[in-house]
């Protein structure tokens, strides 16, 4: 009883301080558009800035965020599991003091687990609401059905594009999905490899009137980053772009985007409970 009565007073504790971690799914419609490379480098300048920011790689089957940062994960959520770890003992250190949680292999079926392991999974989850400002859930391409449990449930939504015909039909398609599921969604949209800003901002457009046009809903949009030859080059050395290449074009760019996206009025660090986990609750119960 003394033990319950301590976690008790311990979690109501939690939920009354004043800082709550801010809850981020990064989304795109279709594969190859850097969406992990983005999620990684947009969460390091978060962390160099000072936030306390924790990247979710939960690109399932296919997570590579280790590989962009030239590491071995000691541990992922697989061990979690099969050792019945704290989620804070699969947690990993980067550059900048960012904090990051690789997808592992073999977990096909992570979103299908039975009740148990799920509870115990949002157990672990809730344990990080306060410890961190941000919490980045890298997700995989596209849209499974229970993957977007955790797209809807989160706080706000960055929808990752490229110029590419297929990529921007893709990338509606992703916030038309998500609107229909859950329309009070904030949705940021991202633009990858423009040729120039003048190219991205007229992507942006484009897909901002159709969105608002047949959805009724306002996107914001959270920046262009430049198509530049040092990315490819930083992922073959498995060095993030940000490091890689501190001056280049892409870099700027996104330093450009984290200090905007922290000065934007809408971006308030949370100050009451996160409801991430509740909704998450919510959403996998309707299915």
């Known amino acids: ?22 809850t981020i799914a990064v989304v795109s419609g279709k594969g ?20 306390k920011v924790l990247l979710f790689d939960l690109d399932i089957g296919m997570g590579n965020i280790d590989i962009l940062l030239g590491v071995q994960a000691k541990r992922s959520i697989v061990q979690m599991y099969e050792n019945q770890l704290s989620i804070h003992d699969i947690i990993e250190t980067g550059p900048h003091d960012l904090s990051y949680i690789t997808a592992g292999s073999g977990l096909t079926d992570l979103f299908k687990m039975d009740e148990n392991k799920f509870n115990y999974f949002l157990e672990q989850l809730d344990e990080l609401i306060t410890d961190f400002d941000y919490i980045i859930f890298d997700m995989g ?3 499974s059905v229970d993957s977007m449990f955790y797209v809807l ?32 969604v904030p949705l940021y949209l991202l633009v990858n490899r423009a040729e ?6 007229s992507i942006i457009k484009r897909l901002q ?34 490091l890689y290449d501190p001056k280049s074009k892409v870099t700027l760019a996104m330093e450009q985007i984290v200090t905007q996206y922290i000065g934007n009025v809408i971006n308030i660090e949370k100050k009451v409970p996160s409801t ?12």
């Open 1 to 22: 009883m003394r033990d319950q009565a301590a976690n008790l007073r311990k979690k109501i504790d939690r939920l009354n301080t004043t800082r709550q971690a801010k």
């Open 32 to 51: 190859g558009v850097g969406k992990s490379n983005f999620s990684l480098n947009f969460a390091l300048n978060l962390s160099k800035k000072g936030k």
């Open 141 to 143: 391409a596209g849209a």
């Open 153 to 184: 449930a989160a706080d706000e939504c960055i929808v990752v594009t490229t110029p590419e015909p297929t990529a921007m039909m893709d990338a509606y398609a992703m916030m038309k999905h998500i609107c229909h599921r859950n329309y009070h």
């Open 196 to 201: 120039n800003n003048k190219d991205g901002r």
């Open 209 to 242: 009137r159709v969105m608002q046009s047949f959805l009724k809903k306002e996107i914001t949009p959270l920046g262009i980053l430049p198509n530049d030859k040092s990315v490819s080059k930083a992922v073959i050395s498995q060095i993030p772009f940000t």
């Open 276 to 287: 991430f986990i509740s909704k998450l609750k919510q959403f996998v119960k309707e299915r």
